[in-house]
Each structure stands twice: as C-alpha cells, then as structure tokens.
C-alpha cells in the first residue's frame, strides 16, 4: 500500500550541482505531476505527464527537466541547481476520471 | 487560465471554536473545487471535494464546504476545532473535461488552534 513514493526525502545540493528526484507510484495512474512548495506561494505546477513517454510545461519549468520512461516512475531532474531551486518537492498522480490527486510526502532540497 | 484567492494566510483560533477558512477562485469555465490539509512535515491529503450534486459538502474529520456559484466562493468551515486540525488548508480547482486534471492551488491558510 506505497500510493507514491518519492526519493530522497531531504537533500543538501552547492550550486551547479545537479541531481535527481525519483517519483514512483504503484497505482497504475496515467497522469503523475511535479509541483514546488514554497512559503506563502503555496504549490506552484512545474512539469506534468499524461501518459507514459509524455510530459509538459506547467508554470514554473525553468531550470527543471523531466522524463517519464515508464508509466509507474516521474523523474524531475535539475541540471545546473540554483540557490532559487530551494524548495520542497511533491509529486503526485492520478487516474483518468478521477479529479484529485494521492501525493508523495515530499523532498526537502536545499540549494546552497 | 484559472486562479483561486485564499482570503487568510493564517487562521488563528481557539480549540472548539468554530472557523471559517475562505476561498474564492475565478475561471472562464466551470470548475470541480476541492480543499487538502497538509499536517506539519507531510504531504497534502485530500479533505473533500465538489464535483456535482448538493452545494455542501461533507469531508473527513468533521469539515464541510459549500460551493456558491454565484460568488465563486468554497468557504471550509468546521463547528468546533481541535488542537490536531492545527495545518496548513489548501484550496484547489479543476477545469471540468480538461484533458490533464491539473489543479490549480491556492496559497494556502495557516490554522493554528491554541488550547
């Protein structure tokens, strides 16, 4: 019973470095989607899947890549991270028909 | 593109009062409304939604909210809080027959419950 699983939970990054943010879920969900946290912004959308293979722009995408290889796994990837990039990640998904989404606990990063 | 306005970043009230936390959104189209908690440290938890049917209501752990078309408002209301409903409320939309189920949150309100 995992739902969505994101890895790492916390991580500490310098500038320029890059990294990768795992989001798995085990629900068969077609649509999976990134957002950033960020006090008083609540969550904004950075990049979003429909389907395996697929992916697209949400509002905030500058500075982040995303790939969705197989249906159960979302990768958000930060090629060159900016202390901007400080934040706490959630992926989360859903299922055609289904409005609402099952989120992942979330990925503390720090740029520094 | 749609929006929502969360009228009160932090709600501060005492335990077993009621509360109110406002929400109101605009859209060219129509909307399905829903509201997450999220509790310190975690993630965001689905509290209830609106997809048709009777304007109000019901969610888990006693909250209700009612859908006003007229004033695009979804108000989250609780009659008596407790020291546990302490979190962070979130307000989101959805465009109805959109293509992605995006949701499009608010920034949320901070309800802090004080004994």
């Known amino acids: 019973n995992a739902g969505v699983t994101q890895t790492p939970k916390f991580r500490v990054l310098k500038t320029g470095q890059s990294m990768t943010l795992l989001c798995a879920q085990d629900?068969?969900?077609?649509?999976m989607y990134w957002y950033r946290q960020d006090p008083g912004m609540g969550l904004r959308l950075i990049h979003y899947s429909v389907g395996e293979g697929t992916t697209a722009k949400g509002e905030v995408p500058d500075g982040y890549n995303v790939s969705r290889l197989k249906k159960q796994n979302f990768l958000l990837g930060l090629e060159s991270a900016a202390p901007s990039q400080t934040s706490v990640y959630f992926c989360?998904?859903?299922?055609?028909?289904?409005?609402?989404?099952?989120f992942g606990s979330g990925t503390r990063l720090t740029v520094v | 593109a749609q929006s929502v306005t969360q009228l009160d970043s932090q709600v501060p009230v005492f335990e077993e009062a009621p509360v109110e936390l406002r929400c109101n959104y605009s859209s060219s189209v129509s909307v399905y409304l829903f509201w997450y908690v999220q509790y310190p440290n975690q993630g965001l938890q689905l509290l209830l939604k609106?997809?048709?049917?009777?304007?109000l209501v019901k969610g888990i752990n006693g909250f209700e909210a009612e859908f006003n078309k007229s004033q695009t408002s979804f108000h989250l209301r609780k009659p008596s809080v407790h020291i546990s409903d302490t979190a962070e409320y979130f307000c989101?939309?959805?465009?109805?027959?959109?293509?992605?189920?995006?949701?499009?949150f608010g920034k949320g309100t901070l309800l802090t419950v004080n004994p």
């Open positions: 989360a998904s859903t299922q055609t028909g289904n409005y609402g989404y099952t």
């Open positions: 989101a939309v959805s465009v109805i027959g959109g293509s992605n189920y995006k949701l499009t």
């Open positions: 629900m068969n969900h077609e649509y």
């Open positions: 609106y997809l048709s049917g009777s304007t």
